[in-house]
């Protein structure tokens, strides 16, 4: 896959002339690439500076922008308030236990660039375009996987973390992925269990949005034995294969009206259709979406379209 034309914003270029007059190289990096190559429009650029220390790179970054927001100066980001850009110098991470949030974080700016993106998900998300020379860094084959509609882990990294999998969930609902056997494998040996209901939904939130084909991630779930964390969609699948299917056709031909939540219209669909079947999930639902005002325009959904129908 060749690399296409693209034009960086003046804001970019800056930060690029600044990091290049510090002795470092500044490295686009992660989904944008991705989009890049599909041809996508560009809403947020991810930056990684190598070959400045992290100490240098904040003098760098208050030198040359006036709103730099420090808050993840510890895990060695940075923010740029009033630019879509995220600026990062490369890290080693080190797990210190079973939740997603328990990893240690070392600034590493001096290693290679094969290196720092071994920490990376998916090859499709571990590539890089090198900013001063516009040439692509793809040292897991990202290109050819993305060319061919495959979804392929890069390391064994991808192991640590549990949230990898559902990221995969929504990719492969967004992009029409195919899942590579190997990583298949890997998740089915990975559970949810550890992971933050916020976290959990904030995934399923970009399936809907993001997916014209938000079945595709359920059938993700379902090929890697997920369903099982989701009692009743799980339920369905196994007693109501039918359904199911019906159900998973009703989302992805979807009818949204303007100026309607369509994660709230998606959910409030889901809840019905289990109840038509008689399975309960309300409970599930009251626990799966975090959001509490989204949980209300869920259940107003579901109650005014039920006493529509009893009308």
């Not at 650029?45 to 003098?59: A, C, H, N, T, Y």
């Not at 991630?217 to 294969?241: A, N, R, T, V």
Request: charged share 25%.
């Amino acid at each position: 896959m060749s690399l296409p034309n693209f034009e960086i914003p003046k804001y970019c270029g800056h930060l690029i002339k600044c990091v290049q007059e510090a002795g470092g190289k500044a490295i686009l990096v992660g989904g944008c690439v991705r989009d890049i190559l599909l041809k996508r429009d560009i809403q947020d650029f991810d930056i990684e500076v190598f070959g400045v220390s992290l100490e240098k790179l904040r003098s760098v970054l208050e030198q040359c922008f006036s709103d730099v927001d420090l808050s993840g100066y510890k895990f060695g980001i940075f923010k740029l308030k009033s630019y879509p850009i995220d600026v990062s110098i490369p890290r080693i991470e080190r797990v210190t236990g079973p939740k997603h949030t328990a990893f240690e974080v070392h600034p590493a700016p001096f290693i290679t660039y094969q290196e720092a993106a071994q920490r990376r998900d998916f090859t499709i998300n571990s590539m890089g375009i090198d900013l001063t020379s516009g040439t692509l860094l793809d040292p897991f084959g990202g290109a050819e996987d993305l060319k061919a509609g495959i979804l392929k882990h890069v390391s064994s990294h991808f192991f640590e973390d549990p949230l990898r999998v559902l990221r995969g969930m929504q990719l492969a609902g967004r992009f029409h992925l195919k899942l590579h056997p190997h990583t298949r494998s890997t998740c089915q040996n990975m559970s949810p269990e550890n992971l933050s209901r916020r976290k959990v939904f904030d995934e399923f939130k970009k399936l809907f949005v993001g997916s014209q084909h938000p079945s595709r991630g359920f059938l993700f779930l379902q090929q890697i034995d997920w369903l099982q964390y989701f009692e009743p969609w799980y339920q369905c699948q196994q007693k109501f294969p039918d359904h199911w299917n019906e159900i998973l056709n009703t989302l992805d031909h979807c009818d949204i009206v303007a100026n309607t939540n369509r994660i709230a219209w998606m959910c409030a669909t889901l809840w019905q259709q289990l109840e038509s079947i008689h399975i309960e999930c309300r409970n599930f639902f009251r626990q799966w979406v975090y959001d509490e005002e989204l949980f209300k325009q869920i259940l107003l959904n579901v109650t005014t379209s039920s006493k529509g129908e009893t009308d």
